[in-house]
């Protein structure tokens, strides 16, 4: 009996060393990017562009301790998370998991996908782009557009703007915040290349889970991010003052339309302006008949989005409760860049419209919009922080 005993032991012994060199351990880089693309109706072929510009990038050998996974769906259906590699002075592409209708507008859903980057490029540390339209942090309950109203996403022009998930495939910044959490990941930073989500509703949300988040307080172009000469400064250690830098001297050029905002708002200032916002809004309240003189950052009518920093200037008329905002507000969103002109596919899905931009802080605020969209904003974390 005892012989018995012993052999099992020696060939359990066996059983797991054999077991753990069937799996090794990945080795743990310092940062993994994940990219992320869920079904977008019309910017599959728009995805697959910034993602051969972002081959042509690492091609230069950029990459040092860090991974990028792209997670890629091409139906509403069918997605692939893949692996862009360096290797020979080439970048290929390394399939790791495909999916059937995955769950891309649940939390539950997103926070699988997370789980699967963490398990395949585990690092010290996370930062997620995201591909998508958008709509700020309008929730997808709130949409009361008839089947016939159209929005911008839905351009048929020669000019098109970048519905976080598409048209029919919406995700709440509330449910993505969730999935990220549910993950257990705090991400260096969250860029959205989509409309309208540099505004303060989104980053508030998204404050426990990011550290900075970068995104549009306008349309962006459906050419999206200038990838190429961005991605440099999006690994490694982030750069991102160049990434504004990048990001106006493309759309300054842009032959197609040369108009584009940008800002990066520094999560860990979130609640130092909320709490002088809210003394503000219980000293102040805005004066409906001055609406038309502040800044708007969309071609919606009534207007959804309004420069914060602009907004603020209208609503608070005692100078040194304002100085303290505008310090705040400049620590708040660091970085940001402009054209003269952002465009719009809101008024005209056909044409377009440029509008003049006289105000800007990087970031927007819907607090005094009157639009139906924007009927639940008293229920936004950001809202109930600063009334």
């Known amino acids: 009996m005892k012989k018995l005993v012993f052999l099992f032991l020696i060939l359990s012994f066996f059983l797991t060393s054999c077991e753990k060199e069937d799996t090794p351990e990945l080795p743990v880089v310092q940062r993994t990017v994940f990219v992320y693309m869920p079904w977008s109706t019309n910017l599959l072929s728009d995805f697959q562009n910034n993602i051969d510009d ?51 507008t649940t939390a539950a859903g ?10 395949y490029a585990p690092a010290n540390g996370y930062s997620m782009i995201v591909g998508c339209h958008g709509f700020g942090w309008i929730p997808s309950s709130s949409s009361t557009r008839g089947i016939d109203q159209r929005m911008h996403w839905d351009s048929q022009g020669i000019y098109r703007t970048r519905w976080f998930g598409g048209k029919e495939f919406k995700t709440d910044i509330t449910t993505f915040a969730k999935g990220i959490s549910d993950a257990g990941l705090k991400m260096e930073y969250i860029m959205f290349d989509d409309c309208y989500m540099s505004c303060v509703e989104v980053a508030y949300d998204l404050k426990d889970v990011t550290h900075y988040l970068i995104g549009c307080p306008t349309e962006i172009m459906a050419h999206g ?23 106006l001297d493309f759309y300054q050029n842009y032959e197609r339309m040369p108009c584009g905002t940008i800002g990066v708002t520094d999560c860990s200032e979130l609640d130092e302006l909320a709490t002088i916002m ?61 054209t003269e002109y952002f465009f719009t596919m809101a008024k005209d899905v056909y044409r377009g419209e440029i509008i003049k931009i006289n105000a800007y802080s990087g970031i927007t605020i819907s607090d005094i919009s009157t639009n139906n969209d924007t009927a639940k904003k008293a229920e936004t974390a950001w809202y109930k922080a600063t009334h």
């Open 54 to 104: 972002m081959e042509i990038a690492i091609k230069k050998g950029i990459l040092k301790n860090e991974r990028v996974l792209v997670f890629l769906s091409t139906t509403s259906k069918d997605a692939t998370l893949f692996e862009l590699q360096y290797k020979d002075g080439e970048c290929i592409r390394h399939t790791l998991k495909t999916y059937e209708n995955p769950a891309f």
């Open 110 to 119: 997103i926070t699988s996908i997370l789980n699967d980057v963490k398990s």
């Open 225 to 247: 991010m200038p990838y190429e000469d961005m991605c440099v400064y999006l690994l490694g250690t982030v750069d991102y003052a160049s990434i504004c830098e990048v990001f």
């Open 278 to 338: 809210k003394e503000i809004n219980s000293r102040y309240t805005f004066e409906s008949s001055i609406m038309g003189s502040v800044q708007v950052m969309d071609g919606y009518l009534p207007a959804i989005f309004f420069d914060l920093g602009d907004y603020v200037t209208k609503l608070c008329p005692d100078r040194d409760l304002l100085d303290k905002l505008e310090v705040q507000l400049k620590r708040t969103v660091p970085f940001k860049s402009h």
